[in-house]
C-alpha cells in the first residue's frame, strides 16, 4: 500500500510544497542561496512535468533580521512585523529571479486567518489560486505578518500550508524542514526510531515536545496538526528534510508518508473543524453530550443549558460539555438573540409556543463535527 501510494504521489497533478525557515536560511538568518536554488530547480522540475505547485514559504521574518541588524528571531509582535516587512520582499525577490531562470513566474499571495475563516473570503482565495495556476504561475504563499495578531494569525505556516491544500484540491502536501522524518521521540535522544508510513495521525504515540529551530515557529507538534487536516481531506502528506525534496517528489520512500484518510470530510465540514472563526460556545448538559457524541444525533435547544458570543443564523460556534471540555464544532440554525426562550425546551414546546420555524434542531447533525476523541476531564480551548 505505502510503495503505490508512493507512486502515485510522483504523478500527482496539483501538489503544495511548505518550506521552513530553517530550510532556507542560515543560522545568521540570511537567505541560504544554495539551499533556495535546490528547492526551486526541484520545482521547476516538477512544474515541467506538467504538475501545478503552490509554495508555501517561511522566512520572511528570519530573512530580515540580518538587515535589521538583529541576531536572533524577535519575541515581541511588533519587532517581529518589521522583521517580515523588510524580509518578505527579499525572500520574494529571490524566489522570481530563480523561478525567471526557468521561464516561470511567481505570484504572492500573503494570507490572514480572516481569508479562510470567513466563506465569502474563503471563495475569493480559491478562485485568485485557481487563476493563477490557470495562468501557469507559482503561487508563494506565506501569512501576512505585518499585519497579523497574535489573536488572529494561524501561528506556523504548516497549518497555512495544511489548509491551502485543502484549498486548491491538492493531491500531495510536502512538509520540507530540516528534519528528516517523524521519529518516536526526539531524534537526539537514545532509542528514537523512525516512523516512515502512518495510516492514522490519531494513533500515533510519540513525543513532540521539544521545539524546532531558533529561527523557525513550528516544531513537530505542528507538522502533525497539519498532518491530520491534509489528511482528512483526502491529501497525502510527505514529511521530510528539505535537502531530500528531489526524493520526496519522485515517490521515492524518503521521510514519513500519512496516508490520505478513506473517510475523507466534504469541504464545508473540513473548513468548520479547522478554518472557521468560531463566534459562540453552547454548554450542553450530559444528556445532550451523550446524544451526539454516542447516538450521532442533532443537539436540541433542550439539551443546551447556556451559550455565549454574539452569532446569527449560520454561523460556526464552538459546542462545549458541563465542564468546558470541547465536544466539537457546528453550524447554529438561530441567532444568539433567539436563544434565551429557547434553552431547555423541546421542539414541540417551541413550535407551539413560538411558531412553526423554531421546529428545527439548534446544530443539525449533518452540520455538526465532534472532536476525535471526546474527554469531558479536558477543557476546550480557543484553537481546539
Not at 520582499?89 to 500573503?110: C, E, I, K, M, N
Not at 528539505?242 to 466534504?266: H, K, Q
Not at 457546528?330 to 429557547?342: F, T
Request: aromatic share 4%; glycine share 10%; charged share 20%.
Amino acid at each position: 500500500m505505502s510503495a503505490a501510494i508512493r507512486r502515485s504521489i510522483a504523478q500527482a497533478r496539483r501538489i503544495v510544497i511548505k518550506v521552513g525557515s530553517s530550510s532556507i536560511t542560515d543560522r545568521q538568518g540570511r537567505i541560504d542561496m544554495p539551499q533556495l536554488n535546490a528547492l526551486v530547480d526541484a520545482i521547476a522540475a516538477a512544474r515541467a512535468g506538467g504538475t501545478d505547485v503552490v509554495v508555501v514559504s517561511s522566512g520572511a521574518v528570519a530573512a530580515g533580521l540580518e538587515p535589521l541588524g538583529m541576531h536572533r528571531r524577535p519575541r515581541d509582535l511588533a519587532t517581529r512585523q518589521a522583521a517580515a516587512s523588510v524580509g518578505q520582499g527579499l525572500l520574494l525577490a529571490r524566489y522570481t529571479s530563480l523561478f525567471a531562470a526557468h521561464g516561470l513566474t511567481v505570484g504572492q499571495v500573503l494570507m490572514t486567518v480572516e481569508d479562510v475563516t470567513r466563506q465569502a473570503s474563503y471563495a475569493n482565495a480559491q478562485r485568485t489560486f485557481m487563476r493563477l495556476l490557470e495562468l501557469g504561475a507559482v503561487p508563494i504563499v506565506n501569512e501576512n505578518d505585518t499585519v497579523a495578531t497574535n489573536e488572529l494569525r494561524f501561528g506556523d505556516n504548516d497549518r497555512l500550508a495544511a489548509l491551502v491544500a485543502h484549498l486548491v484540491g491538492a493531491e500531495v502536501l510536502f512538509l520540507l524542514s530540516d528534519v528528516d522524518a517523524l521519529y518516536t521521540d526526539h531524534p537526539s535522544r537514545p532509542g528514537a526510531s523512525k516512523i516512515t508510513d502512518v495510516s492514522e495521525v490519531e494513533d500515533l504515540d510519540v513525543d513532540t515536545s521539544r521545539h524546532g529551530s531558533a529561527v523557525g515557529t513550528g516544531g513537530m507538534t505542528t507538522k502533525l496538526e497539519a498532518a491530520r487536516i491534509a489528511t482528512h481531506a483526502g491529501v497525502n502528506t510527505v514529511l521530510a528534510s528539505a535537502t531530500a525534496v528531489r526524493a520526496a517528489l519522485a515517490g521515492e520512500p524518503v521521510g514519513t508518508l500519512f496516508r490520505a484518510s478513506d473517510r475523507r470530510r466534504s469541504r464545508k465540514m473540513l473548513w468548520l473543524a479547522y478554518a472557521s472563526k468560531v463566534e459562540g460556545v453552547l454548554t450542553l448538559d450530559e444528556g445532550a453530550v451523550r446524544a451526539v457524541v454516542e447516538r450521532k444525533a442533532s443537539l436540541l435547544p433542550a439539551g443546551v443549558t447556556a451559550f455565549t458570543g454574539s452569532f446569527h443564523a449560520g454561523d460556526p460556534v464552538r459546542l462545549v460539555g458541563p465542564d468546558g471540555a470541547l465536544v466539537g464544532h457546528g453550524l447554529v440554525n438561530y441567532g444568539a438573540e433567539d436563544l434565551p426562550e429557547m434553552l431547555g425546551h423541546s421542539t414541540r414546546e417551541l413550535a407551539a409556543a413560538l411558531g412553526e420555524g423554531f421546529d428545527r434542531e439548534l446544530v443539525h447533525r449533518d452540520a455538526l463535527i465532534l472532536r476525535k476523541r471526546y474527554r469531558g476531564a479536558r477543557r476546550a480551548t480557543a484553537d481546539a
